[in-house]
């Protein structure tokens, strides 16, 4: 047989095994031995994933076959506890299920490279084993005497025998799951961890087993005899009245509740009890028989699980609320309150991290403790508290958070050297918890929280995650509304009030937008146009086009839709960009020239008048001019007096921000004076010929 066919011969019995056997670590071995005499290889082996006490995703030598004369590697030190993280490439491969056939020397990780030339390996092949979704691990095949690499047909068979065994593993491995959830079961109902007891018809104790000493810390010699309901608290009552030997058994004769015991150490814990009468004849009872479970832990968990569903729900009513009515307050001092009551703090805030021109972090509130110390503090909270209270004193524990954008936890803020301590009889700070939010890597906010009767811990902010997230998506969509509320009321302020006509277009000239100014100027409603090129209400022109400052300039006419009227239109447009520099469209505004080409026409039939009219134009820029420059000199002249004055100020703070303004008022000045130049440059230039521009085919508002 050539080797393929004893490939699949050897795979034929790996099946077998793996199904005759059901011990895994008993036929793996035999397995190995298949493959590696099919296979004609030196090694077979399989290395097994899991993670180290440091959490670190390694490897470990498992099992493997050896030729005759090939050195054994399963006591080799350096093969168990490997980390991953020093071959990523190949677990990158392996973790997609891809297999690996391959020269050693054709690796480009020299650790990989040289702990396979210590073994004296030539090429390998690498099979993924899958357990479910889960990367078990691989079977690994070495060739120490040629380089001669597996065929594409040999290593798809053992890519699906690879399959199967870690269809097995997931088997057995769900098996064993079924029989330890069966062994605990059966442990549940024999009682093992459970009070047993027995009562007499009174509801005394008569008998209980060695778990009710561990559980209520009371002996079970001075138990026998008292009565049973004595011992729980919140549920006595009915407990001894259930109990009573003239209670109606109107049901199956069964009960269940939950109570709090009291035990010895004066502890208070949740108990489940359950109970049924011991009928020894139909027509009497003799007594109770029952459990008593210990559910403390789970009771504790259940109220954590409702407070963090209430306070999922507050995060959701306050995104909600936010959506439909842009209030979110009313609802983040809600979802504060619970915030304070799930962690037992005394106060606490919420708030969003912006920052500062000089890149400085800052907190603004959301929604913050009324801590108030003073009457001037009470004024400021009341008038700042709805719309954000800003914090940049970076001297303290949660400037520590914004600083560093990490967790802080402080037990002993008195002493922590990280805190700047707190205003004159501001409430004493003891105990403090800052949780930077996240989006991403983004960071965007922050949760403080303060003077919880115990220490603050990391299971603290781990009770909190699911929260967290939530506050982190709500102050993504704040941000993002306010962007989109700036930049709609702008858009809208400048398209809806210019009398130009503002327009974008796909790039087929497709009107996507057009403002509502198309109405006045050209008589067409803007649901007209939109959805339709320019071509299909205004027909083709011809436009003579010029560049200008980055833009297209052309006039082109058009007819009013109304009037018949024609309306001469001055257009820029340009191409339009999103925020990443990827063109989108394109922008076009056009202006309504209509009285300045008339005038242009009239003053073309004499050239007498436009010469007059050129030379009124010159007289009037250069009186603008004069008239501009005169008042800007007097305005240089205070400036530089005000400049004197102000180095003589004390004051640091306030003789720099006027120097800064009176720096700024100088810059405009100049920049005034240069515009004023530069007209009367641009007038000088307007009365040569200019030369004839190019002509070229356009569509109109394009």
């Not at 083709?540 to 009227?565: C, N, P, Q, R, W």
Request: charge should be neutral.
């Amino acid at each position: 047989m050539n080797r393929s066919e004893k490939i699949l011969s050897a795979l034929g019995k790996s099946y077998f095994e793996l199904e005759a056997e059901i011990n895994l670590k008993k036929s793996l071995p035999k397995i190995l031995h298949y493959l590696g005499e099919s296979t004609s290889v030196d090694r077979v082996y399989i290395f097994k994933n899991h993670f180290n006490e440091a959490g670190e995703f390694c490897m470990s030598y498992k099992f493997e076959w050896n030729a005759p004369g090939v050195a054994p590697q399963i006591d080799f030190e350096f093969l168990q506890n490997l980390p991953w993280s020093i071959f990523p490439e190949i677990e990158h491969n392996l973790r997609k299920n891809l297999v690996i056939n391959d020269l050693v020397k054709n690796t480009q990780n020299p650790v990989f490279f040289e702990s396979m030339s210590e073994q004296g390996i030539l090429s390998y092949l690498f099979v993924p084993i899958f357990s479910g979704k889960e990367f078990w691990g691989y079977i690994g095949f070495d060739n120490c005497s040629s380089e001669i690499l597996f065929t594409q047909d040999q290593t798809s068979a053992l890519h699906a025998f690879a399959s199967t065994l870690g269809t097995k593993l997931l088997a057995n491995r769900q098996k064993r799951k079924l029989m330890t959830g069966h062994k605990n079961y059966s442990l549940l109902v024999n009682n093992i961890n459970e009070i047993v007891f027995r009562t007499d018809t009174k509801g005394r104790i008569e008998f209980v087993n060695k778990a009710w000493e561990r559980i209520s810390k009371f002996s079970i010699s001075e138990s026998i005899g008292q009565p049973l309901s004595d011992f729980f608290e919140g549920g006595m009552t009915e407990l001894a009245y259930i109990m009573d030997p003239d209670f109606s058994q109107n049901d199956s004769g069964g009960f269940e509740m939950d109570l709090l015991m009291k035990t010895k150490t004066e502890k208070k814990i949740w108990v489940k009890v359950k109970g049924k009468f011991n009928d020894i004849q139909k027509d009497a009872k003799k007594g109770v028989l029952g459990t008593i479970i210990n559910i403390h832990s789970q009771k504790l968990a259940e109220e954590d699980s409702k407070k963090l569903n209430t306070l999922l729900q507050a995060v959701n009513e306050t995104q909600l609320r936010f959506f439909e009515q842009e209030d979110f307050y009313t609802p983040m001092n809600s979802l504060l309150e619970n915030l304070l009551s799930i962690t037992g703090s005394q106060f606490g805030f919420t708030g969003e991290v912006l920052y500062d021109v000089d890149g400085s972090p800052y907190l603004k509130s959301h929604t913050i403790t009324n801590i108030s110390w003073s009457e001037e503090t009470q004024k400021y909270y009341e008038k700042n508290f709805k719309v954000g209270i800003e914090f940049r004193n970076l001297n303290t524990l949660f400037g520590e958070n914004l600083k560093t954008g990490e967790i802080v936890i402080s037990n002993d803020c008195a002493n922590d050297p990280r805190s700047g301590g707190v205003p004159h009889k501001h409430p004493p700070l003891k105990r403090y918890l800052g949780i930077p939010i996240y989006k991403g890597t983004e960071f965007l906010g922050l949760m403080g929280f303060a003077n919880k009767p115990t220490d603050y811990t990391l299971e603290d902010v781990k009770l909190l995650e699911p929260v967290l997230s939530g506050y982190a998506n709500f102050i993504k969509a704040i941000r993002i509304n306010r962007k989109r509320k700036e930049s709609d009321a702008m858009y809208r302020l400048i398209s809806e009030n210019s009398g130009d006509i503002i327009a974008i277009h796909d790039f087929d000239l497709t009107f996507r937008y057009i403002s509502p100014s198309i109405e006045k100027v050209l008589g067409y409603n803007p649901s007209e146009v939109i959805g339709k090129k320019p071509e299909d209400i205004f027909g083709k022109y011809k436009a003579k086009v010029t560049k200008l400052d980055g833009y297209d300039k052309m006039l082109i006419s058009h007819f009013h839709k109304t009037t018949g009227e024609k309306i001469h239109l001055e257009i820029l447009s340009r191409i339009l960009y999103d925020e990443k520099g990827n063109p989108v469209g394109i922008v076009a505004a056009s202006r309504d020239v209509t009285d300045r080409e008339l005038v242009l026409k009239q003053l073309k039939k004499s050239l007498e008048k436009e010469k007059d009219l050129n030379k009124l134009k010159s007289r009037f820029i250069s009186m603008i001019s004069h008239e501009l420059r005169t008042p800007l000199s007097t305005i240089i002249s205070s400036i530089d007096l005000l400049k004197l004055i102000t180095e003589n100020l004390n004051d640091k703070t306030q003789k720099e921000k006027l120097s800064l303004h009176l720096d700024r008022i100088h810059l405009q000045v100049n920049r005034l004076t240069r515009v004023i130049s530069d007209i009367l440059t641009l007038e000088n230039q307007s009365n040569k010929p200019s030369p004839r521009r190019n002509e070229k085919m356009v569509l109109p508002l394009s």
